[in-house]
């Protein structure tokens, strides 16, 4: 099976745009713990959309050292936002066996860990993460 890279930047797109628009109703119904939940999975797919232009994402829940990799390879425009994709795919990574297990050592479940400000903080970084996905991608593949 031959695969087209193009077909995979579309999916990572799709994937960051669709934890968005869950993270956003959770945090309209008060789910806290489902909002970081989304905000992490969207910034993840976010980081691996713009690494899918030049190579198949691997699975990691931190895809910030592979997004620095492949700055060099984007277009000299795109690099400075690339960076800050990179970070707040960073700061959420932990978040995502967090959501899921909580802090077992503290005895503390996923739904006791966030507050509401933690949630709206993620959010903010999850809208941040698809756009500068959109803008990296759009100057990346103007023209294709």
Known sequence: MKLDPLDEVNYRRKLAQGYLNE????????DWRNTVACAQLCAENAAKAVIALFRIPSWTY????????VTS???????????CLAEISH??????SRT??????RRLSP???YSKSDA???????????KL???????CLDGT
């Open 111 to 113: 739904w006791k860990l």
């Open 120 to 130: 709206e903080e993620a959010l903010k970084m999850a809208e941040e993460a698809v």
């Open 62 to 69: 931190d895809p910030s050292e592979e997004l620095n990799q």
């Open 133 to 139: 996905m959109e803008h990296i991608l759009s100057l």
């Open 91 to 96: 700061r959420l990574a932990p978040e995502h």
């Open 100 to 105: 899921v297990y909580g802090e077992p050592t």
């Open 23 to 30: 993270c956003r109703q959770a945090f309209l119904r008060g």
């Open 73 to 83: 390879l984007l277009p000299e425009e795109a690099r400075q936002y690339v960076a």
